[in-house]
């Protein structure tokens, strides 16, 4: 299997980065063929610009976007790791899905209404809050994530949805974070 971990946050001390070594360590150790776009470290341009939409529109697209398009096109499985800032995407993640994830490569619309055209790949969400997890699950925030983050965005793309890990951060204690990596380790331990 050939899995591409698109990881997202800017201290490499994070919580956040800790997983995304736990997924890597574990899928490798699965015989998975792993690759890894982290989003900060690549300097990744995350702002949708006039000039990008002229060339996904007349089928240039720039080659930056193309890069990304062709590790989404390699792999079977995504798995995407990143915080939840202010009740939504960090800035750099929603970038990357508004111009990587554009029409033509990632949906198109026909006769028949949208066509996802990742059909046939799977994700797995990873993402970390500061909020405790009681409070954003008694609010109804992980309902919203998941319709607007699995259905609005990848699920409309054609892709399947198999886990969207919410990791509620406010408050925790060293043990009580090994056993969220605990979690994400027997989770792909039989991806």
Not at 13 to 34: I, W
Not at 174 to 183: D, F, M, P, S
Request: glycine share 10%; hydrophobic share 40%; with cysteine.
């Amino acid at each position: 299997m050939k899995s591409l971990i698109i990881y997202a946050h800017p201290n490499p001390a994070s919580f956040t980065n800790g997983l995304k070594n736990k997924v890597e360590e574990q899928l490798k150790a699965c015989g998975h063929e792993v690759k890894i776009r982290d989003l900060y470290a690549e300097n990744f341009n995350c702002v949708l610009s006039g000039s990008d939409l002229g060339g996904i529109y007349s089928g240039a697209v720039p080659s930056d976007i193309k890069i990304e398009q062709e590790y989404l096109t390699w792999a079977d499985n995504y798995i995407l790791i990143h915080p939840i800032w202010w009740s939504g995407l960090p800035a750099i993640i929603k970038g990357y899905i508004d111009r990587v994830l554009c029409y033509g490569f990632a949906y198109s619309i026909g006769a028949t209404g949208v066509e996802g055209l990742l059909k046939g790949k799977k994700i797995v969400l990873l993402t970390p809050h500061g909020m405790p997890y009681e409070m954003y699950e008694s609010m109804g925030m992980h309902k919203s994530f998941a319709q607007t983050q699995d259905i609005g965005i990848w699920q409309f793309c054609g892709v399947e949805v198999c886990k969207h890990f919410f990791f509620g951060m406010s408050g925790k204690q060293r043990a009580e974070l090994e056993e969220y990596l605990k979690q994400v380790e027997e989770y792909f331990a039989n991806f």
